[in-house]
């Protein structure tokens, strides 16, 4: 159920590119209806993280192995990454349902609907994540998808500007996120969530140099 949850948008999205090849409403109703069933999922993985505590770290392959430096992908399923999964199908899925009437009279639709699903994927590889390489591409994906959409109708000029502008800002943000991993794991050793939690309480006391200055 944990991966259904994750990779069910990202199959819709697939899908959803299609839509022009087969049946009428294909692609919103692929897409707004595997979102719902991950909404639904999420939330009985919520319940029974409740109920049963459930809770775990799902790897579903080693991502990069080099030295110190190891980093899975994984599903990291714990109280707060239950409510988020919750949040944000939930969320999508209504954002879906509401676009399959707006977007109506658009001829390219099935690429909107898409690109809102691959959104929804990326968002939850952000929210799942258990270490900082994951998020780090997770943020990108979500990125990405921003720029699509916002240029969705790329025929207009204030749409291409505003997806050209929200492009540079992210990447400015990414530059900083970039700087603050890479610090993570010179001081750490390790980009893994519960390992450089477990270790900061030991640093608290430890001097910092940031652009040659000390920072206590």
């Known amino acids: 159920m944990e991966y ?5 948008p990202l199959v819709g999205s697939i899908l959803g590119f299609l839509g022009k090849s087969l049946i009428k409403y294909f692609s919103e109703i692929t897409t707004s209806l595997f979102v719902s069933i991950s909404a639904v999922f999420s939330i009985i993985l919520f319940w029974n993280g409740i ?3 459930t809770y775990g770290n799902f790897i579903i392959f080693e991502w990069i ?6 980093a899975n992908w994984s599903i990291n399923i714990d109280p707060l990454s239950s409510v988020m999964l ?10 879906h349902i509401y676009s399959i009437g707006y977007m109506s009279h658009d001829p ?19 929210v799942v994540s258990d270490n900082f390489l994951q998020l ?3 943020w990108e994906g979500v990125g990405l998808c921003s720029y699509l959409l916002i240029g969705f109708w790329y025929k207009k000029e204030s749409a291409n500007n505003a997806a050209i502008k929200a492009f540079i800002v992210n990447r400015v943000g990414d530059f900083g996120l970039a700087i603050g991993i890479f610090l993570i794991f010179f001081y750490f050793g390790t980009i893994n969530f519960q ?20 920072q206590l």
């Open 195 to 214: 390992e450089v939690f477990k270790l900061a309480p030991q640093l608290l006391k430890k001097n910092w140099y940031f652009l040659v200055l000390r």
């Open 136 to 138: 780090f591409f997770g």
């Open 4 to 8: 259904a949850v994750i990779f069910l």
């Open 51 to 53: 109920q049963n505590n």
């Open 108 to 126: 390219h639709k099935p690429r909107f609907m898409s690109y809102l699903s691959l959104f929804t994927f990326s968002m939850l590889v952000l």
């Open 65 to 70: 192995s080099s030295g110190n430096f190891v």
């Open 86 to 95: 919750v949040v944000v199908t939930l969320i999508s899925a209504l954002v």
